[in-house]
């Protein structure tokens, strides 16, 4: 049972990094996002569940934390993203579609 | 869960956070310094997790369950005053 929580904490520690990399490495404000929220979100929800596995005391504070992150990372993030486009952040260049922009458009016309 | 996994696990967490430092330095918009903001903090409680565990101490789990609240409530104020709120 312990060597499940080693690999299950493994896998969120793993998925962590992926995501603190992404923030570095990415284009634009829209685009880290997307690498920050999702990865670190998986990350830590994994690393607190397998925490929870190897040490089965603390199983439900440990539930209680990751449940608490998966209901409010995306709702930070969505508001950070809201914010980016409202103070008139732009795409990358490399950019194929924007869609706030043709619905904008649309509104006008 | 030996000495060298749990080495391996905190170098991959602490090394995470050092990358998004370098992004909340260089960022050239106030909303990458957010977003950095965002990912640090979401690591640093999965780290104090951890921390609790090699440490054994309870009262860290605590910790971390105050700092992701603390955490939420000054991002979406910091999402308002990006907006031009309050």
Same mark, same amino acid.
């Given at each position: 049972m312990?060597?499940?929580?080693?690999?299950?904490?493994?896998?969120?520690? /793993?998925? /962590?990094?992926?995501?603190?990399?992404?923030? /570095?490495?990415? @284009?634009?404000?829209?685009?880290?996002?997307?690498?920050?929220?999702?990865?670190?979100?998986?990350?830590?929800?994994?690393?607190?569940?397998?925490?929870g596995?190897?040490? @089965?005391?603390?199983?439900?504070?440990?539930?209680?934390?990751?449940?608490?992150?998966?209901?409010?990372? @995306?709702?930070?993030?969505?508001?950070?993203?809201?914010?980016?486009?409202?103070?008139?952040?732009? /795409?990358?260049?490399?950019?194929?579609?924007?869609?706030?922009?043709?619905?904008?458009?649309?509104?006008?016309? | 869960?030996n000495?060298?996994? =749990?080495?391996?696990?905190?170098?991959?967490?602490?090394?995470?956070?050092?990358?998004?430092? =370098?992004?909340?330095?260089?960022?050239? *918009?106030?909303? !990458?310094?957010?977003?950095?903001?965002? *990912?640090? *903090?979401? *690591?640093?409680?999965?780290?104090?997790? =951890?921390?609790?565990?090699?440490?054994?101490?309870? =009262?860290?789990? !605590?910790?971390?369950?105050?700092?992701?609240?603390?955490?939420?409530?000054?991002?979406c104020?910091?999402?308002?005053?990006?907006?031009?709120?309050?």
């Open positions: 312990e060597l499940v929580g080693v690999i299950i904490t493994g896998i969120g520690a /793993l998925f /962590l990094f992926l995501g603190n990399f992404g923030i /570095l490495r990415l @284009p634009d404000v829209y685009n880290r996002i997307q690498a920050g929220t999702k990865c670190t979100t998986f990350g830590t929800f994994f690393t607190t569940i397998g925490i596995i190897i040490q @089965p005391e603390w199983f439900w504070k440990c539930l209680l934390i990751a449940i608490f992150v998966l209901v409010t990372n @995306p709702i930070s993030s969505h508001a950070i993203a809201r914010a980016a486009k409202k103070s008139g952040v732009s /795409l990358c260049d490399r950019s194929v579609v924007d869609q706030t922009k043709e619905f904008e458009e649309k509104e006008e016309a | 869960m000495e060298t996994i =749990i080495i391996i696990y905190l170098s991959l967490i602490v090394g995470g956070i050092l990358l998004s430092l =370098i992004r909340m330095f260089l960022g050239p *918009t106030a909303a !990458d310094r957010a977003v950095a903001v965002d *990912t640090i *903090t979401t *690591t640093i409680v999965a780290l104090l997790v =951890i921390l609790a565990f090699v440490f054994d101490r309870y =009262i860290y789990l !605590d910790a971390s369950l105050v700092y992701s609240l603390l955490s939420f409530v000054g991002l104020a910091i999402a308002r005053f990006m907006e031009g709120g309050f």
